[in-house]
């Protein structure tokens, strides 16, 4: 099992460009997350989606939109990249129960110029 | 609101010295407490939980965090450091919406 997987692994956009990040997971799980990661200030959630076909805002879902393609995908896009977009990007697969324990993939790091 | 606070976002030790990593939670009902490592390069996983079933919560790699109510915290230790230790601790606790809310991170160095 792959767990969850994120695609790609690094990327460097130029100011205003658009660009998909990719998560899959194998898990069969219901809960997925997208968070961005920046030095300092811990994880911050950008969008979750509680099962496919909802979506909901996380704390700084500005400058972001998602999609629920079905269970395992879960894709957030940025429509015109800025600089205060650079970050690393994780996506999480949150186990279904009341503890929410939830398992991360490896990072996209992105860096906007 | 539920948050968490870690104390020092940088801890320093040498190898096989105590380990201690602090958290404070805030929470106004019982919290669920989690520790997550991220080593280099590489995405989160989880140390331990503490979901209330007992105070003392041992996890992976041999680190244990107890649970304190009375002081609000949930301080991650482990007796003996090894090199492969280094890396960044994230304290995080589960929000009355259900999701994960994390402190600042720590990052801890092992010196040989």
């Known amino acids: 099992n792959a767990g969850v997987t994120q695609t790609p692994k690094f990327q460097v956009l130029k100011t205003g460009q658009s660009m998909t990040l990719q998560c899959a997971q194998d898990?069969?799980?219901?809960?997925m997350y997208w968070y961005r990661q920046d030095p300092g200030m811990g994880l911050r959630l950008i969008y979750y989606?509680?099962?496919?076909?909802?979506?909901d805002k996380g704390e700084v879902p500005n400058g972001y939109n998602v999609s629920r393609l079905n269970k395992r995908e879960f894709s957030l896009r940025l429509e015109s990249a800025a600089p205060s977009q650079t970050s690393v990007y994780f996506c999480?697969?949150?186990?279904?129960?009341?503890?929410?324990?939830?398992?991360f993939g490896p990072g996209t790091r992105l860096t906007v110029l | 609101a539920q948050s968490v606070t870690q104390l020092g976002s940088h801890v320093s030790v040498s190898e096989g010295a105590l380990v201690l990593l602090r958290c404070n939670y805030s929470?106004?009902?019982?919290?669920?407490l989690f520790w997550y490592v991220q080593y280099p390069n590489q995405g989160l996983q989880l140390l331990l939980k503490?979901?209330?079933?007992?105070?003392l919560v041992k996890g992976i790699n041999g680190f244990e965090a107890e649970f304190k109510k009375s002081e609000t915290s949930f301080h991650l230790t482990k007796p003996s450091a090894h090199m492969s230790d280094a890396a960044e601790y994230f304290c995080?606790?589960?929000?009355?919406?259900?999701?994960?809310?994390f402190g600042q991170g720590t990052e801890l160095s092992v010196k040989p």
């Open positions: 999480a697969v949150g186990v279904s129960g009341i503890y929410n324990e939830q398992f």
């Open positions: 898990m069969n799980h219901n809960s």
């Open positions: 989606s509680a099962s496919e076909g909802t979506t």
């Open positions: 929470s106004s009902v019982p919290p669920y």
């Open positions: 503490y979901t209330s079933a007992a105070t």
């Open positions: 995080a606790v589960i929000s009355q919406g259900g999701k994960l809310i």
